[in-house]
């Protein structure tokens, strides 16, 4: 990604970030944190009225953001969602791939229809929106950012979220792959990969006092993380403080996957 003449390592002015799923959570946490560090982001979700809600809460801070309303699982969407950006001569530079969606079920009584929603979601269309990005960074030849949302379940697996845990490692892998494809065209693509953090997605859990307590006892932090403790992550992925790292996943957990 080439830099501005007079930026600091990690001021994103001049840049812009499209992040899926931010509506919300780390997506929203994500996108006001980018915006706040100087990049004009794109916010996203399937629900106009939902995408309009967030970007007026961040306008309403003086950032610079706009919405973008597609199913980042439905490859047609995407293709529109992106013809339209060129059409507008929007030059998405940095992605994150943050859309996901949890199902918590024994495999045993899992449908199979469940088990491709999330696939498709937390999985497939981080491929199907990062190679709509990746082919633009290319023609451009100005290189990008790609950033794909892990999760603990990137490494080790917790029962009864299969195919949460499956796409959540297949998030990793994928980084890796597009890193073996596109980092010769100055594209460097990671994936960050959150510990248990306090958001809607995670609510049931959060009021669950046996897992509550399971959270706070199995990280060296002893707490729940906060989903803009995980904005100083993205902004390095996100900047020229990351110009050679590829690949990679960060785990932002609190210690979690670190210690016995
Ligand atoms: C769950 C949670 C986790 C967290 C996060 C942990 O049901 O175990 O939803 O999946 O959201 O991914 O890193």
Known sequence: ?????????????????????????????????????????????????????????????????????????DEAAVEAAFAGFDQRAIAIDILINNAGIQHRQPMVDLALADWHRVINTNLTAAFIVGRAAARRMIARQSGGKIINIGSLTSEAARATVAPYTVAKGGIKMLSRAMA???????????????????????????NNPTFDAW??????????????????????????????????????????????
């Open 1 to 73: 990604m080439k830099s501005n003449s007079n930026s600091s390592l990690f001021d994103l002015a001049g840049h812009t970030a499209l992040i899926t799923g931010s509506s919300r959570g780390i997506g929203f946490a994500l996108a006001q944190g980018l915006a706040e560090a100087g990049a004009k982001v794109i916010l996203n979700s399937r629900q106009p009225e939902v995408v309009d809600a967030a970007v007026s809460r961040l306008t309403a801070l003086g950032l610079q953001v706009e919405g973008a309303a597609f199913d980042v699982a």
């Open 180 to 206: 073996a494809e596109w980092a010769q065209f100055n594209i460097q693509a990671n994936s960050i990969g959150p510990g248990y953090i306090l958001t809607d997605m995670n609510e049931a859990l959060v």
């Open 215 to 260: 959270v706070k006892s199995s990280n060296p932090a002893q707490r729940w993380g906060r989903p803009e403790e995980l904005v100083g992550t993205a902004i390095y992925l996100a900047s020229n403080a990351s110009s050679y790292v590829n690949g990679q996943i960060i785990y932002v957990d609190g210690g979690w996957l670190s210690v016995l």
